[in-house]
């Protein structure tokens, strides 16, 4: 199965580095929805099942389970239908509709639960659920994003993608979520290129950097508990951003520079916008900004105006009714 992972790593990462046109600061786009099964999540998935085989803890006879919003799901269950091994995805109802078709047609069999949390989310429900799935099922493997750190180091040959790629680079703006890509990130570069500042994206609601728990509809960025392996991030600074705000940047992102993509790209272009607005700088500073996943499987949700009439109405009676 190792060989066969091996061939697979061809496809996953070297991902195209593109320059947006902006009028206040230099701002790069990694575009990781270039990667094999279409989201920067494809690096983790591959350092996760790959380790999980290289230890032993993953067989020919093994069923993985892993709880997921989406992207990571669509690539454990792309490299799991690769290798012959059998998946079960535990998803929620904020999942995208696209996603929950593929999943359905990539993996062994597609749990989802419909019960919120105690924060009036989901991620907690499912965790509960894989959990108990491991524990009844012989020879199961959890692909935890959350918790294993074979999750950021997958990210570890992106830093070396970054490095590469930059003879000067002043911030990299990365969404959070299972906190992968941002420990992954600025464990690595921080050893290399201490003076780069990471900064974190999060949404209104997510409980990542302690803020209070709120009802969210967007998948794909913050998180109903803070992950394990983000106590391993070189943080310098993070912005929240609303949910209606998200829609917002997706729109400008697909307007302004013709990138049609997800929820955290959205966010991240209009934090990175944002951030340089009103501050002053003796030379124009140069930000990459990482964009994990494409679009389409946003059409039903994001790019959907009635969808967004309703989640604005939703946020509003919510603030009305607190």
Not at 132 to 143: G, M, P, Q, V, Y
Not at 154 to 166: A, H, M, P, Q, R
Not at 169 to 183: K, N, R
Request: a neutral charge; one cysteine or more; glycine letters at 8%.
């Amino acid at each position: 199965m190792l060989k066969q992972l091996e061939k697979l790593a061809a496809f996953i990462g070297n991902t195209p580095l593109m320059e947006l046109k902006n009028k206040d600061t230099r701002l790069f786009a990694k575009l990781e929805y270039n990667n094999f099964s279409g989201s920067s999540k494809d690096r983790a998935g591959f350092s996760i099942i790959y380790n999980g085989i290289k230890s032993g803890r993953i067989n020919e006879q093994t069923t993985i389970i892993a709880s997921s919003s989406g992207n990571l799901a669509i690539a454990v269950a792309s490299i799991s239908k690769m290798l012959g091994l059998k998946f079960i995805p535990v998803i929620d109802p904020n999942i995208n509709s696209a996603y929950e078709s593929l999943l359905n047609l990539l993996s062994y069999r597609v749990v989802k639960v419909t019960d919120r949390d105690k924060t009036g989310g989901y991620l907690l429900t499912r965790i509960e659920t894989v959990n108990n799935l491991h524990k009844t099922i012989e020879n199961s493997f959890i692909a935890d994003q959350y918790g294993d750190p074979n999750n950021y180091k997958g990210y570890y040959g992106l830093t070396e993608e970054i490095i590469k790629s930059f003879d000067h680079l002043d911030y990299i703006f990365v969404a959070v979520s299972s906190s992968g890509a941002i420990t992954g990130i600025s464990k690595s570069i921080k050893k290399k290129r201490p003076d780069i500042k990471i900064i974190g994206v999060d949404v209104e609601g997510s409980v990542i950097f302690n803020a209070p728990p709120v009802k969210r509809y967007i998948s794909g960025i913050g998180a109903s508990q803070v992950p394990p392996i983000i106590e391993n991030a070189l943080i310098d600074d993070v912005v929240i951003v609303s949910q209606t705000d998200i829609i917002k940047g997706c729109f400008e992102l697909l307007n302004e520079q013709v990138i049609f993509a997800g929820a955290s790209s959205g966010a991240v272009y209009l934090a990175a916008k944002n951030y340089f607005k009103d501050t002053q700088h003796i030379t124009v500073p140069t930000s990459l900004l990482i964009f994990p996943d494409k679009g389409h499987t946003y059409l039903d949700t994001i790019y959907n105006q009635e969808w967004g009439e309703q989640l604005a109405a939703k946020l509003t009676s919510s603030t009305i009714a607190q």
